[in-house]
């Protein structure tokens, strides 16, 4: 069982940055890809970027490549997402999820892969 909690998420205007934080419970953390997904008001959930067990492997949606970044530091059981160059059109409200398989074994850009969630976060950027 893993539990995850989002922060760092705020209000920022157009060309600004954020980090979003996702903290896991649980001594499993180091053996879950990792993905960040994110819902605008009225729209399906998406995928952002996932990152594999040890980092060494990250993929990222087209509209967030170059700009975004994920990262991970199993000792502190946490997940990062560095946004920069933030647009109007990236205000959602943004969630960390987890699986225990393998990146390249199942879907990582399909919400309904992942096993666990956090509540999410909400990003607000204004133009």
């Known amino acids: 069982q893993v539990q995850l909690v989002e922060s760092g998420g705020g209000l920022v205007q157009a060309g600004g940055s954020l980090r979003l934080s996702c903290a896991a419970s649980?001594?499993?953390?180091?053996?879950?890809?990792m993905g960040w997904f994110r819902q605008a008001p009225g729209k399906e959930r998406e995928f952002v970027a996932a990152?594999?067990?040890?980092?060494?492997?990250?993929y990222y949606a087209d509209s967030v490549q170059g700009r975004f970044t994920i990262s991970r530091d199993n000792a502190k059981n946490t997940v990062y997402l560095q946004m920069n160059m933030l647009k109007p059109e990236d205000t959602a409200v943004y969630y960390c999820a987890a699986d225990r398989r393998p990146l390249g074994t199942f879907s990582y850009y399909s919400p309904g892969e992942y096993d666990y969630w956090g509540q999410g976060t909400q990003v607000t950027v204004s133009s």
């Open positions: 990152i594999s067990w040890s980092g060494g492997m990250t």
């Open positions: 649980g001594r499993t953390f180091s053996s879950h890809v």
